[in-house]
T-cell receptor
Framework: GAVVSQHPSWVICKSGTSVKIECRSL??????MFWYRQFPKQSLMLMAT?????????EQGVEKDKFLINHASLTLSTLTVTSAHPEDSSFYIC????????????FGPGTRLTVT | GESVGLHLPTLSVQEGDNSIINCAYS??????FIWYKQESGKGPQFIID???NMDKRQGQRVTVLLNKTVKHLSLQIAATQPGDSAVYFCAETWGLGGGGNKLTFGTGTQLKVEL
């Protein structure tokens, strides 16, 4: 089946620095991708919808200037956490729709971000 | 919307028993539902889905039941195995279908299979 990859799988950064997370669709094109954040023992919370060639759509309460999303190609979306702080430490997961006529989404393996 | 607690509900079952995981959804307009399995440190994995025009759907060892009247969804796992230990999430969506439809996830249930 189709695969979505994420890089890196885990990252540790110092407070105040920025971190970029990549999400790739490996054998299919995705004009839309989704970014989720998941804290320990909690559910996935949608952060934003990444749109190829246009601006991302952010969910209420998500700071667009802090979580920069770029969807520069049909197979790559990036999430940059700017000026990271310890409270940004979380599991970040991306997904891509399985097709134009289905609701199913393929999920990436996630990226564990730890800010020290 | 869903409230997110600090502790996932836990369901403990004996190996070989059947498991039933429940989910209450909030949007009466939702017309498509998915169950995902998430193992520790990994992304969600698709298990089974169901459309709102159905009340039951079966897969391999899994059955999803949908009760739209009370906005309730359940996942039944037959002959539960140790490899079934994971967190299970239901997700809902609505709209014209496909592409950019957003999923809303439930709070999740931790399934623990005891030997």
């Amino acid at each position: 089946g189709a695969v979505v990859s994420q890089h890196p799988s885990w990252v540790i950064c110092k407070s105040g620095t920025s971190v970029k997370i990549e999400c790739r669709s490996l054998d299919f094109q995705a004009t839309t991708m989704f970014w989720y954040r998941q804290f320990p023992k909690q559910s996935l919370m949608l952060m934003a919808t990444s749109n190829e060639g246009s601006k991302a759509t952010y969910e209420q309460g998500v700071e667009k200037d802090k979580f920069l999303i770029n969807h520069a190609s049909l197979t790559l979306s990036t999430l940059t956490v700017t000026s990271a702080h310890p409270e940004d430490s979380s599991f970040y997961i991306c997904s891509a729709p399985a097709g134009a006529t289905t609701y199913e989404q393929y999920f990436g393996p996630g990226t564990r971000l730890t800010v020290t | 919307g869903e409230s997110v607690g600090l502790h996932l509900p836990t369901l403990s079952v004996q190996e070989g028993d059947n498991s039933i995981i429940n989910c209450a959804y909030s949007n009466s307009a939702s017309d498509y539902f998915i169950w995902y399995k998430q193992e520790s440190g990994k992304g969600p994995q698709f298990i089974i889905d169901i459309r709102s025009n159905m009340d039951k759907r079966q897969g391999q060892r899994v059955t999803v039941l949908l009760n739209k009247t009370v906005k309730h969804l359940s996942l039944q796992i037959a002959a539960t195995q140790p490899g079934d230990s994971a967190v299970y999430f239901c997700a809902e969506t609505w709209g014209l279908g496909g592409g950019g439809n957003k999923l809303t996830f439930g709070t999740g249930t931790q399934l623990k299979v005891e030997l």
